[in-house]
């Protein structure tokens, strides 16, 4: 059974970080892509980034590149989003979610199968 748990979300001030983390169960990274999407109230959700185990490709929406990174940890089968220079624009619910490689359309919800229940990052003074 495929589970996604993420965490490290939270409250921080503008132009701060935080590292998301998205930990995997039931399958190993190798054959997966992992997106991190976000949906803040009353906006559709969005992709932020993928990475593709198989050959470690990885994505960004124009509006967080150069300030957020995705890397995995295959030992530990876990993805994480490491984001700097936060912005207030950044506050949202994140989620990861996860399918199959190969993957088209890295950025559409629709195109992911498993999900995990998202955790709030709040950015403000």
């Known amino acids: 059974q495929v589970q996604l748990v993420e965490s490290g979300g939270g409250l921080v001030q503008p132009g701060g970080s935080l590292r998301l983390s998205c930990a995997a169960s039931?399958?190993?990274?190798?054959?997966?892509?992992i997106g991190w999407f976000r949906q803040a109230p009353g906006m559709e959700r969005e992709g932020v980034s993928c990475?593709?185990?198989?050959?470690?490709?990885?994505y960004y929406a124009d509006s967080v590149k150069g300030r957020f990174t995705i890397s995995r940890d295959n030992a530990k089968n876990t993805v994480y989003l490491q984001m700097n220079s936060l912005k207030p624009e950044d506050t949202a619910v994140y989620y990861c979610a996860a399918e199959r490689i190969p993957l088209a359309g890295w950025d559409r919800p629709y195109r992911y199968s498993s999900w995990g229940q998202g955790t709030q990052v709040t950015v403000s003074s």
């Open positions: 990475i593709k185990s198989s050959d470690g490709s990885t």
């Open positions: 039931g399958f190993t990274l190798d054959y997966y892509a």
